[in-house]
């Protein structure tokens, strides 16, 4: 009993040793949980000090840049001088007494001549800068040097990429692309946006000395970011004063020879005399320009000391909706369409820049988190899963090949009708439906007796038939509206408009099918949003012959209203398939198709005899610029590709989603302009380019999305089978 008993004790012993191991090893962790939190706080309170200095003064070093010249100052090398020549501010940092508790001193041993060549390299390329960044406030409005200037970012990111092994995700290559296609739209800017005096010469100027002082802009951040990681070692804020001071040192001197060896500092004396707001304002101007310009440069070396120089270069491109809003109060410049774009582009690629910063920073916690966990998956799946799987993209391709191949050649034949004596609108509508008794055949071949193509679950005959009747008719509204864009509008017009479809879509999809918006799709739809809306400010170049202004308007407006109800009818589309059609069978496909053709074609007749427009008919065959038998092939294969088109655009939205049938139809982008130009010389200026570019590139966003969805859904089903 008694060796029970003591064993008993040990055993007690042994548990409550667990227990206050445990409890010790709970209060570690919170400690150490408590700790990480607290310097989480400092660090984040310390970016946020150093965002508000840049943002803060680079906005007023830029507004008081331009104030001088536009006053009366011509200087290249003074305003050079003045970013950097207001260090002496900063000495007084080394007059305040260090806490004897921190080795602030304290740093790797290097190579003193490595350290100076840092501070004499960056400061060099200081000065290329902001030179560059001078002669365009000489010759540019600031707000369009402002949104020029955002371009850095792409050049810092490249760079970066080279100097630092900078990774780059969908977002910031999204972020890239339109930070890069922003200032391009100001090309087609016209006279309006030059300063008084400006010549076409010294404009051209400015903007090629502000795009290489963004190129060069992009170098010194990123060197800097290097020079942190391989040589200052990131080491402390001293350090960061040391290289904010000696970088100001260096630039100083270079830009206080290139003041003398140009000569303009001969005339500084009488620019003081004759600056129009006084000399006192003249010395207070340069001042502060020299004082802003310092402190904004602290904040940059510090965001680029905590983070990196992407993210300060992100964060210095907030200016981006301050600076054009005080240039117009300041200086009156011109605030136009294309500045309000390219605005709004640069700051969506900012938004998708930042909100990647915030992913990177929430996987980052995530790992942290999870770093006890490990565990190891061995991907698995079944050789039935993998043939259901190729059999699905076999079909997906299928239908995407009819989908693009048969609108491409629909749009073309359709906008030759009109070319060539083609005048009715409604017989237009009628043909995109009225081809519907090529599908019959379908119904003509024997059924594999095995299959079941009939089988659906019980449901009204009245509500299928309200579906059929329904898209029908919302089909005839969207194909009529489309068939007055394709007579008033070029076809490469139409079809870069038509893109919005997928936007409307989204949007109609989110209310009716519960269609999820990631980034990525999000990012889509403001880019195909916007690539119409740039169209707004093309020439009168883009009207096709005899079609007045009037009329180019109306083009405009109804090939509009047809994306978005041909958003509508898709999105409809899909939910007919989730609540009535159940997703059944390749038959059920194709009595929809059939079904709705014949109620569309028969509303299209209505409108057709009541408009009148039958009448002409028989003139208009006979006066067809290429003949009766060409007008009847026209008019017979538009009624073709289109049926052919409509079954592969429910095939789609059968598979997949009436957001990736959208996708897919707006294919044809890059292909119907092409053909537009060779087939009917339509003009295809850079506007229409960046247009196409962007719209482009919202596609390519959108089906990144999708191939990370599959690649997600495929980790699902391995997860599953593993667990099976």
Known sequence: MGEVRDLQLQVMGVEETKVANSAQNTNQTNQSTTLSQHNKYKWWLRVAVYTVLVVVNLCAAVILGRLYYVKGGKSKWLLTL???VGFPVLLLYYCIPKNPTRNDHHTEARSSLIVAAVYVSLGLIGVAFAFLISVGMQYLPVSTVTLISASQLAFN???????????????IINSLVLLTISPILLIFNNDSAKPAGVSKVENLIGFICTVAGAAVGGLMLALTQLAFRKVLKRGTFKENMDLVVWQSIVASSSTLVGLFASGEWKGLTKEMEEYALGKVSYIMTITWIAITSQVFLVGTI??????????????????????????VIVFHDKMDGLKVISMVLAIWGIVSYVYQQYLDDRVEETKVANSAQNTNQTNQSTTLSQHNKYKWWLRVAVYTVLVVVNLCAAVILGRLYYVKGGKSKWLLTLLQFVGFPVLLLYYCIPKNPTRNDHHTEARSSLIVAAVYVSLGLIGVAFAFLISVGMQYLPVSTVTLISASQLAFNAFFSFILNSQKFTPLIINSLVLLTISPILLIFNNDSAKPAGVSKVENLIGFICTVAGAAVGGLMLALTQLAFRKVLKRGTFKENMDLVVWQSIVASSATLVGLFASGEWKGLTKEMEEYALGKVSYIMTITWIAITSQVFLVGTIGLIFEVSSLFCNAISVLNLPIVPVLAVIVFHDKMDGLKVISMVLAIWGIVSYVYQQYLDDRES???????TNEV
Request: glycine share 4%; hydrophobic share 55%.
């Open 302 to 327: 510090g965001l680029i000391f905590e983070v990196s120089s992407l993210f300060c270069n992100a964060i210095s491109v907030l200016n981006l909706p301050i600076v054009p809003v005080l240039a």
């Open 82 to 84: 003045l970013q950097f």
């Open 714 to 720: 495929k980790g699902t089903d391995t997860s599953i």
């Open 157 to 171: 990111a490249f760079f970066s990429f080279i100097l630092n092994s900078q990774k780059f995700t969908p977002l």
